[in-house]
């Protein structure tokens, strides 16, 4: 070894680092691929890579605390006779009873509740309990139409026809059999203990010419009352955002590569999809060609983690975010406080992604019932309406520096980019020039 | 009351002056049960969507996707051919298709009873969670695919991978099976399922059918839990 303690024998590859030697040890120990939750962990170009510009002597700003800055937002206003009214652009995205505890569900509606905002059912249809603590329910038409039923189609709020999610574009539902507790087979009417492997296809449609007679028909047993939303895997996202609006969806929901997912393939997680920051520009110039931006909402998700995000998310113009994964941070989940326990089953606080195991220490990601108990719904739904809360005042504290009186007013102008890739994705100019990559020089 | 009696009371509603929204209106706000009949249904979609309650509904002609979507209660009738998702996900009730089915016929339906006389085409009885389905002809391909509970039968033949990727539905069929699907095998007609066909064909008004006929497809439940060594099944 070397003087200055540098030792040739130690040189990780950058090929095959830490993490790649592991994996092919374990492929090759188990012969399958790795499931696990969370969403990508790769550094894509996101949010991070934006700055915005702010007032100065062009613009001016509003003040702080004197000056209004409003943050409500209406889905639904295309075809519904009852669109939702929320007091924040943030929701919390679909999340099935099954992949996460009844108690933490009813987290989430307690928490959405107390900010006046939404949350999304999931793969295994609605419990009583979330219709109970959320005020405002989105329910979820998924391929598997586990617990599908008229009476909750007209129970809900609003309904999101599932074509495909961020984590998995082109991908089905997974739920292993160690979560099929007894309630979550009952709901999904399979046997108890099997893995549950949800169809990538609904059963009774392909393509945008069946969905759209499937949006009428959702319409007609509703009485054309509830706003319906379409949500899509960032991918083909002009051409996807358009076949949407094009079979009636009142609302798009946009799902990032970045999106979490209670159980998928690794690969999947990795290797499918766009990032969030690369869609949103692709959705809003299809509905801007279409002549219906701000007619159709715009709900984007996929990483969104601080105000900063959701302010850049509608500056590129979004309607509203939603949240998943930041949502179970805020309830508990890799806390500190577990951090023996995470340990015990091979993870540590600030790493845990097996969702799909059942093991969860925080009692979020699980149907064992002596698990689940560790998470307090009312504790926890604190928790995360003090985390929406936190987002909102930064949210409104960037809008009023860059001088709008409603979040809304945000505009790609406000931003610049760090890096080219995030210039020509986002399609604003990189910080200090007025060249965006891909559009022109802009001189 | 005679069938015949109650149709001549029935309420009739004619879609070639009607829209397909004021009709369903109509029956979603009738809670009493009532008796409608549908002319010049024309092939409109999601006729009759979202019944509620024991409405009697005798629909004269062809119709097209999801008549009787999501049916509650009520008893439809279809005088004619229809189109995709006869019957989609249907709580209960029954539904009867007096010509042929379009493809995922009773997709998903989780009670209540669908009978086809004509055939269903591909994807009959996909993801079935609990419904019966009768078929007086043939079912098209990838029948019962993922069928999770209930029972379909039929009474001609079934096309490639019937019960594909089956959890706990029976399929029972009399003619020849092209293929099965995967994890689908045959079994034992014990004296439970021939009694069992002979009170779904009865109750579809379906004779001159005999239950010892039917041959018995149900789930070897080798996927029910991942094992690399079934890698080629999946």
Redo the contacts between chains.
Sequence with gaps: MAANGWHPGLRESAVFDRNVIAEIQRAAR???YDIRGFGAKRRVPHFDDLLFLGASVSRYPLEGYRERCDTDVVIGTRFASEPLHLEIPITIAGMSFGALSGQAKEALGRGATEMGTSTTTGDGGMTPEEREHSHTLVYQLLP??YG???DD?RRADAIEVVVGQGAKPGGGGML??HKISDRVAEM????A???Q?S?CRH???TGPD?LE??I??LR?????RKPIFVKVGASRTYFDVALAVKSGADAIVLDGMQGGTAATQEVFIEHVGIPILAAIPQAVESLVDLGLHRTVQLIVSGGIRTGADVAKALALGADAVSIGTAALIALGDNAPEHDAAYREIGSAAGYYDDYQAGLDPAGISTQDPELARRLDPVEGGRRLANYLRTLVLETQTLARACGKSHVHNLEPEDLVALTIEAAAMARVPLAGTSWIPGVGTGA | MAATDAIREAVSVDLATVT??AL??RL?DASAPGSFRVLNPGGQ??IA??L?AAHAVEIDGHV???CA??N?HATVRIAGNCG??VA??M?SGTVVVEGSAS??AA??A?GGLLIVHGDASA?CA??L??ADVVVRGSVGHMSA??A??GNLVVCGDAGDALGD?L??ARLYVRGSVAALGADCVEKEMLPEHIAQVRELLERSDIAGVLPEDFRRYGSARR????H?DN?GSY
């Design positions: 188990e012969g399958m598997s139409r599908m039923n008229p189609l292993l059999g999904r009417d399979l046997p203990g099997i893995d492997r169809a059963p009774d449609w069946d007679i499937k009428e028909e007609e047993i509703t009485d054309w | 397909v929204r369903n209106q979603h979609h999601s969507a979202g509620d097209g996707y999801y979507g999501m509650q995709v998702g989609e996900n709580m493809q995922s997709a998903t989780r994807r996909i993801s969670k609990g695919f993922m999770q509970r990727s959890y706990e996927l029910y839990n991942f690399v890698l």
